[in-house]
């Protein structure tokens, strides 16, 4: 999809006034965070697989161009192939390359954020190839032609009566049928989507870990999409950006227990499948070729510097879910493809921050992503520093940084900061000194608009702290 | 597109080859040659018994056989309740072949079709620690059964039960020939959450999933003590 990041602002304010959507936010927010909360009180061991999985991912990084050659060698000796591509347009041409010189006409398609950032489907339909998502959240949204909300959930934000609705727009339904319960809703797409799967020339899924020891393409789905994807038809493509290597078979099993417990709250997702290779000479089922499509778009870049430690992110979406932020706008005004406090990081990051400046200041920095990422990484940190480097940019807007900078010169004078807020203090004590609250603030309104500002004691800390120096409490 | 590739693992060795690059090769060298397992969750109890309370908790439905005439009422009794005109799409595997199957049982030994109900196939192993089976995909257990039919049913040898996926590949690194295509940990029927964050089992693959534990003399104990059926 084309990047709307710029316009978050108004974004939020009319996602603020969706009343559908914020019924939609409201189911979703407890139960994501109930779940995680469970699985991890339910696994002593979790703090000490965060560490592991913290130090795999460093070591993978540190030796990532030593173990991505190893993995394409390891490909290449089971039979497969992998592609290189330095760009989403480089990545778009070796997907149409393999579509055209196998003459696939009908691909399914398993959920791939690397899949959404090269906006792959609309390249190949332009093509003339049929696509389909097959991921439930995924197939919805398509339909509706939206980008996701949400990187393990895209179809989140919209609510039952929404989904009934596309289906009869779409899907040749009986008026009768109902379409009232989850059962019925979840069942008319697997009849669908099961012709999709058996008429598949290609299959396109993406990747949650890539194995540099055998190879191997890790796959974690609930649905068995996923799988039917890569199983069904005569090619299997993979869809992966650099940073998904990990060095052994026994590296991604600390990170898939970190994985399902901080996404949905499972020990185990239903499937979690190893592929490596197409079929062997004697199976009677699988694709004749696997390829394997790697992604840069500006990740080697940031291996050097603060914002390596982005790129041991796993796509858990548990710092989406324990977002204040995203809690209350959703996924869809962060205007492109990754919400939250992780896209907030990602998506100036590959787009540039004169496009998404605005990410990084939308944020309380309170600090709960930090604290649930399970590969520690130091979210509201990397959001300050992109917020200095807009600043020092100047893609900031010019308000912002005029109030930053008469910020700063205030608190760079005690003397002055001091005054300031003891002629503040004083004047608000005075304003709100009716009801102990004000309604309205000068310059504030804002703020005010859903909810009182108590109003302040009257003396500033520091002239109380000074007085009960001098006369004891 | 050499161009991407040599640019790309350029573009890292600029950042990265700060130290000294025969180190960096004898440290990749040495943790592959390690592959150190990680922290092991403790399990509750001894692996099959641990295997069978979680692969329950997945929705899965769990059943002794002690006999191969146990197995083959089994089957009988799920095909009587599934569908008593299609046939049980059988994996082509020796050990299933060889069983006595009646003459009345509608049985084919193949690989999975569009229209197959009712599949069975044999596990390599549980995993304990999930409650997982481990299909690998081959010449007797092709993938497609597993996640084309309606119900799968499958046959897991009670003493095949190993506690984590470590085991695992241990296992799989000393086989001949390096893994298979496909290695699947299968953890009950499948299932979505994205109507609503309300969970419906049988999304795109199986809406049932029967697990088969078939005794051995080793864990007899176990097997029977964690059947409900």
């Known amino acids: 999809m084309m990047p709307r990041v710029r316009s978050f602002k108004a974004s939020a304010a009319r996602a603020l006034a969706d009343t559908q959507l914020q019924t939609a936010l409201a189911r979703a927010r407890g139960g994501f965070v109930d779940k995680r909360a469970k699985a991890v009180a339910a696994l002593p061991e979790f703090e000490a697989l965060r560490r592991r999985g913290r130090e795999i991912k460093d070591h993978s990084l540190a030796h990532l161009d030593l173990y991505l050659e190893r993995f394409e060698q390891a490909v290449t000796a089971s039979g497969g192939e992998v592609h290189w591509a330095a760009t989403p347009a480089e990545a778009r041409d070796i997907v149409l390359g393999i579509c055209r010189e196998t003459g696939a006409r009908r691909v399914t398609k398993g959920k791939s954020m690397v899949g959404e950032e090269i906006a792959i489907n609309p390249a190949l339909e332009a093509a003339g190839v049929e696509v389909v998502e097959t991921d439930l959240g995924e197939y919805i949204i398509q339909l509706g032609q939206e980008p996701p909300s949400h990187i393990i959930a895209p179809a989140v934000h919209k609510t039952r009566g929404q989904i009934a609705e596309l289906f009869r727009d779409h899907h040749p339904l009986d008026p009768q049928r109902s379409l009232e319960s989850v059962a019925s809703i979840v069942d008319e797409a697997r009849a669908v989507l099961r012709e999709r799967f058996l008429a598949a020339d290609l299959g396109i899924t993406g990747a949650n870990f890539l194995i540099a020891e055998t190879g191997s393409v890790v796959l974690v789905t609930n649905e068995g999409n996923g799988d039917l994807t890569a199983c069904l038809p005569r090619t299997h493509l993979v869809l992966a950006s650099i940073e998904k290597i990990v060095p052994t078979l026994e590296d991604a099993s600390v990170l898939l227990r970190l994985l399902g417990r901080s996404a949905t709250g499972q020990a185990a997702t239903a499937y979690t499948s190893w592929y490596t290779g197409p079929k062997r000479p004697d199976d009677p089922d699988g694709p004749e070729y696997f390829h394997v499509v790697l992604l840069d778009n500006g990740r080697t870049n940031l291996l050097d510097g603060p914002f390596r430690d982005m790129l041991r992110c796993i796509r858990c979406g548990a710092c989406i879910n324990h977002c204040p932020v995203y809690g209350a706008v959703g996924g869809h005004a962060y205007g492109w493809i990754y919400p939250g406090p992780m896209g907030a990081v990602l998506t100036p990051l590959l787009l540039g921050l004169d496009e998404a400046a605005v990410l990084p200041e939308a944020s309380t920095l309170c600090g709960r992503c930090e604290e649930v990422c399970p590969m520690g990484i130091p979210l509201p940190d990397l959001l300050r520093e992109l917020r200095f480097r807009g600043f020092t940019a100047r893609v900031t807007p010019r308000r912002s940084r005029l109030l930053v900078r008469a910020w700063a010169s205030l608190v760079r004078r005690p003397w002055l900061y001091r005054l300031v807020t003891a002629i503040a203090a004083r004047l608000l004590h005075l304003l709100g000194r009716s009801r102990g609250s004000l309604r309205r603030l000068p310059l504030g309104a804002g703020w005010t608009a859903a909810r009182d500002l108590p109003a302040p004691a009257g003396r500033t800390f520091f002239a109380e702290q000074a007085r009960r120096e001098k006369t004891g409490p | ?229």
């Open chain 2, 1 to 229: 597109m050499s161009g991407a590739r040599d640019n790309c693992l350029r573009r890292l060795r600029a950042s990265l080859a700060t130290a000294d690059v025969r180190q960096r090769t004898t440290d990749v060298e040495s943790w592959l040659r390690q592959a150190r397992p990680g922290p092991l969750p403790a399990l509750a109890a001894h692996p099959t018994e641990t295997f069978c309370a979680r692969a329950e908790a997945s929705a899965a439905q769990l059943r002794r056989v002690a006999t191969a005439v146990d197995l083959i009422a089994a089957l009988q009794e799920i095909l009587g309740a599934t569908d008593k005109q299609r046939s049980l799409v059988v994996a082509p595997d020796e050990r299933l072949r060889a069983l006595p199957w009646p003459a009345d049982l509608p049985v084919e030994h193949r690989h999975a079709g569009r229209d197959d109900r009712l599949c069975l196939s044999v596990a390599e192993a549980g995993i304990a620690e999930t409650g997982s089976l481990v299909l690998l995909s081959g010449t007797q257990t092709p993938s497609g059964l597993n996640f084309l039919p309606d119900h799968f049913v499958c046959l897991l040898a009670a003493d095949r039960v190993l506690a984590y996926p470590e085991d695992l590949w241990a296992e799989l690194r000393a086989r001949p020939g390096g893994l298979p295509r496909a290695v699947h940990l299968i953890t009950g029927p499948s299932r979505t959450a994205d109507v609503e964050q309300t969970m419906q089992l049988g999304a795109h693959g199986p809406r049932h999933l029967t697990i088969l534990m078939s005794e051995a003399p080793a864990s007899h104990q176990q097997a029977v003590r964690c059947t409900r059926g």
